[in-house]
């Protein structure tokens, strides 16, 4: 059965990076696109002069949104799937949650407005609403270059701890086909184990070395999981105190394009917890963020 995305487009820069990165994984597997706009009026709070514009506004906001659609449309010629147009209106964040609910998507693709370190962390963005909301994996696209660097190998950082959630994260990623090589970093993240009582705690050296020992195989595991995907997979450990920041730093330093984290579907106050690991790495990193959920 061909894997059903859904691919939220306003017509911006980072949504045309979304709409080209989904189009290049339809070139070589089928894949079902639920192309969705979702038309957002104002509140005009009673203003009868103000409300009488709004039926020519939305007819408006409907062509563009239609122009837009026919412009994404050109990018999956060629490709494997089907291809629907969905325009709604109502509020763009919940909008795109109730419709990948009720179609029972595998993944929605939304690019990130924000670029900035503010923009990336403000709670009212759209893609954060939907990537922290949706009940599947959600991938946030940020622009790397990907398609101004064709003959260079995509990199992503994988976060991976040897849960079910990263595992099933693995196998997730590998269903899908990205335009280019890969270059693949599994990156396992030890807890730095501080305590101001010594006696707590007297083989401090010792047990941190036996923390580091067991992400170093968690880490290897998931490299050895990888390597079907490509040959250039490399697994690391890196210890910190904190392990979103510690995923974001790794992310920064070498470049990568991607960083995919494994997350268990939680109820309501589970998915909107701020201190949640995938919804750190989502505000601060600078590149693309696949978060895969799968409920346990």
């Known amino acids: 059965m061909p894997l059903k995305v859904l691919l939220a487009t306003d017509g911006s820069s980072n949504a045309?990076?979304?709409?080209?990165?989904?189009?290049?994984?339809?070139?070589?597997?089928?894949?079902?696109?639920?192309?969705?706009?979702?038309?957002?009026?104002?509140?005009?709070?009673?203003?009868?002069?103000?409300?009488?514009?709004?039926?020519e506004l939305l007819q408006r906001e409907q062509q563009a949104a239609t122009e837009i659609h026919q412009a994404v449309q050109k990018l999956f010629e060629g490709a494997q799937g089907t291809l629907t147009s969905v325009i709604r209106e109502g509020l763009i964040g919940h909008e795109i949650v109730v419709e990948a609910t009720e179609r029972n998507v595998d993944l929605v693709v939304i690019g990130a407005k924000g670029h900035s370190t503010v923009d990336r962390i403000l709670l009212g963005s759209v893609s954060d609403y939907v990537a922290t909301h949706?009940?599947?994996?959600?991938?946030?696209?940020?622009?790397?270059?990907?398609?101004?660097?064709?003959?260079?190998?995509?990199?992503?950082?994988?976060?991976?701890?040897?849960?079910?959630?990263?595992?099933r994260a693995i196998a997730e990623f590998q269903r899908f086909t990205l335009p280019q090589a890969l270059e693949l970093d599994v990156v396992a993240v030890c807890h730095v184990v501080r305590t101001f009582r010594q006696d707590l705690l007297p083989n401090l050296a010792e047990a941190r070395a036996k923390m580091r020992e067991g992400y170093a195989q968690a880490a290897a595991i998931g490299a050895r999981a990888l390597q079907r995907a490509t040959p250039h997979v490399h697994s690391h450990v890196v210890e910190a105190e904190h392990v979103g920041q510690a995923i974001v730093d790794f992310a920064d330093a070498h470049r990568s394009d991607f960083v995919i984290v494994g997350d268990t579907e939680r109820g309501v106050f589970g998915r909107i917890f701020v201190g949640s690991v995938s919804r750190y790495v989502l505000r601060h990193t600078s590149c693309s963020v696949w978060i895969s959920r799968h409920a346990d």
Do not use: Y
Not at 24 to 31: D, H, K, L
């Open 16 to 55: 045309e990076d979304a709409a080209w990165l989904v189009s290049q994984m339809a070139r070589t597997e089928p894949i079902d696109v639920i192309l969705m706009t979702v038309i957002q009026l104002p509140e005009v709070g009673g203003m009868v002069a103000v409300e009488s514009w709004l039926p």
């Open 134 to 167: 949706v009940h599947c994996s959600a991938l946030v696209v940020r622009p790397t270059g990907l398609k101004e660097g064709a003959d260079r190998r995509i990199r992503v950082a994988v976060g991976f701890d040897n849960s079910g959630s990263s595992e």
